[in-house]
């Protein structure tokens, strides 16, 4: 019973190329976040949605969209990939915009742009 | 803002012995602190979280936090380590809400933690 899945966990692709991410969450949680992990570990959000609704968008090049279709689905499309894209990305989620719930993570999609 | 900052890299410990792992923080008004734990090609865990009251939290697997006000620090501790308790922790802290209500959460650079047999 995975509580945050995400697909597909490895992701090999080339300069230039148009990818997708998907996340689902089974905990009945109302928010949800992207974030990137760099090759240095540094953990930064990019996203975060609130029943569907986008409140929170870092600083990320708007070749980045993400979309919920309903509150347990965020998926995330990157046009154009570049080099600097490589990264782990982490979907989560939690119970509240601004609350003091802790964050549930996936496992992690592992981009590598060749 | 708020901020976290986590001072050591890396930290190394003998089986059995306790542990520290340090966090101090910047924020205005009360902070809600947080500890996670990341495993090897894993996402992070949540392992205990300072909202109010006492300042010593417990939390899984063993672990415990002390939050101390004056210092500004939230370090996380174990009485004895143990060799599967190595692996990556972050210290993070609730960020301020937004103009929409919104607030984000705040992560260290992360501190690993390896300990010897």
């Known amino acids: 019973d995975t509580a945050v899945s995400q697909t597909p966990k490895y992701l090999v692709t080339q300069m230039g190329n148009d990818k997708s991410i998907k996340c689902e969450q089974n905990?009945?949680?109302?928010?949800m976040y992207w974030y990137k992990q760099d090759s240095k570990k540094f953990l930064k959000i990019m996203f975060s949605?609130?029943?569907?609704?986008?409140?929170i968008n870092e600083t990320v090049p708007n070749r980045f969209s993400p979309k919920s279709p309903d509150k347990a689905h965020l998926n995330l499309h990157i046009n154009s990939l570049e080099l600097g894209d490589s990264a782990v990305y982490f979907c989560a989620s939690s119970q509240g915009a601004h609350s003091n719930q802790p964050q549930h993570f996936g496992d992690g999609t592992r981009l590598s742009i060749l | 803002a708020q901020s976290v900052a986590q001072p050591e890299d890396q930290v190394n410990v003998a089986e059995g012995n306790p542990l520290t792992v340090k966090c101090t923080y910047s924020?205005?008004?009360?902070?809600?602190l947080f500890w996670y734990v990341q495993y090897p090609n894993r996402g992070l865990q949540f392992l205990l979280k300072y909202i109010t009251g006492d300042n010593l939290v417990k939390g899984s697997y063993g672990f415990e936090a002390e939050f101390n006000k004056s210092q500004t620090s939230f370090h996380l501790k174990k009485p004895s380590a143990l060799v599967s308790d190595s692996a990556l922790y972050f210290c993070a802290v609730r960020d301020l809400p937004g103009a929409g209500g919104a607030s984000k959460i705040i992560f260290g650079s992360g501190t690993r933690l390896s300990i010897r047999p």
């Open positions: 905990l009945g949680h109302d928010t």
């Open positions: 949605y609130n029943n569907k609704e986008l409140i």
């Open positions: 924020v205005s008004g009360n902070p809600y």
